[in-house]
């Protein structure tokens, strides 16, 4: 996945079920129904993007298009004050006031909470360039330093670069799903217990096992519930888009030019539905197909994340920096170190033990790019000895970054956007159905989907295909091998798009932007004139 040692840190593959409750043995579950990347901080060895044209491409004219051309549609059904800009830091921060419930514009409101770089050449100014990171449950306010590190000179020249929290995460009217920290009910951050036993078994091998994880999610729902029940269910995508095109009007901005990573694919389609004339530009960079059902989501991100493990099997043979040697079948052997910490769980240097649920994150970690493979292979070594350090240790780092509360919020979004199944005897069959295609990561993403079956709150979004009449063209990224988002959602979002444009990045990444000089030299010449690839353009650097 890595080329040319520029690299994204892996985290946040999960969603919100996997809750890192104050009882290492109590709240977290693995509920996986999305698992999009929150891309929050780059490698040391990424550079920001020059001004050259594209490194590698087909061959063949560029076109070059009217961008927003088409009158504006009505403005939003409230008056939108311009953001009060406050200096932070070398940022400016600020607030959008939103409804709380756009079916009752005239009741409660909520801040959005926004973050912008002015552009660093005013007289040049096109207009703001917003960026959302991924997630969901991502803050993007804190994700702004990461974006800003490798956007193209031309494109921070020419563009006030903003971000936001959207709604429930972090700075946004946050979901919470325990007691603040300090009040009466919270537990003791003095308590020894925190790391007394591993987290929930992800993947029930037994009626006891499935009863378990049942019953946590369930009492993870009724607890966001109780602390968060006025905002649950307000936090869907489709909310978040009718709130990012009231932080437009706020900029100033006539139409909206977007970039959106992973999740922030789905949102800006969403978006681009609900205000096709709104839209100027648009970059959908690692695409989610908004038309796939949740079952057919979860089914082909596991086969993805599958192939990816398959291509570390591979290096894992061949490469001297591997320490993982098995004999046999190297899924075999993954799937019996996951068996066993079962029954055995894996010690701790600190104390405590690690079980399969940290297995299965410090897999997710280590497979999120292709440097990790060795730390990924040495964690394993010392599992199959039984020792689980390494393994927590990644899992740790696969639980943070994104936001504060993103685990809470990163469910309460899913369970929103993705109807399930809600019969929870309906998973053990779904299970060893996505079992057949890919028998590590295939039960674990079926599974997850049984915390939005528990969920108190029912989606809002129904699955359909892209609508965009009105809009003006679109670029989709998609890469060859995206482990999170595979290459098809993208053809699909392209073609479903009614002036949808493909642009593909024959690699291994999530993300191309963060990785390719080629792709982000596409992007400039698309936002800043409106220049869009030939049809079949693809980088390969």
Known sequence: MLWEGCQTDPVRLRRA?????????????????????????????????????????????????????????????????PVTWTTCGAL????VTVPLDYANPDGPTIQIAVVRHPALDPSERIGSLVINPGGPGASGINDLPNELSVLTPELLDRFDIVSFDPRGVERSSPVECSAPQGSASA?????????????IDPVPTRPVAERALLENDRAFAAQCERYSGTILPYVGTVDTARDLDRIRAA????????????????????YAELFPTHVRAMVLDGAIDPALSTTEYAIDQAESFETELGSFFVWCAGDPGCSWHVSGDPTTALLALIQASRTRPLTLSGGGTAGPGELYEALLAGLGSQSSWPTLSTALAAAETGNGTEVAVMSGRYETGGSSNGAEAEQAIDCLDHPVDRRPSSYPALAAQAAVAAPVFGPLLAWGLLGCATWPVLPTRTPGPASDPGAPPILVVGTTGDPVTPYRWAVSLAHELSGGVLLTWVGQSHVAYFYSSCVRSYDQAYLVDGTLPAPGASCTD
């Open 92 to 95: 400016q921060c600020g607030s």
């Open 17 to 81: 079920g996997e809750f890192a409750a104050h009882q290492r043995g109590g709240f977290p579950t693995f509920a996986l129904v999305a698992a999009l990347v929150a891309l929050s901080s780059l490698a040391a060895g990424c550079t920001a993007a020059g001004r050259a044209a594209p490194a590698t491409t087909t061959t063949g004219p560029s076109a070059a298009v009217h961008l927003g051309t088409t009158p504006p549609t009505t403005e939003p059904p409230l008056p939108v004050q």
């Open 187 to 199: 537990p003791s951050t003095t308590s020894t217990s925190t790391q007394a036993g591993p987290m």
């Open 251 to 270: 900029l100033g901005d006539a139409r909206l030019t977007f970039i959106g990573h992973s999740y922030g694919t789905l949102l800006g389609a969403t």
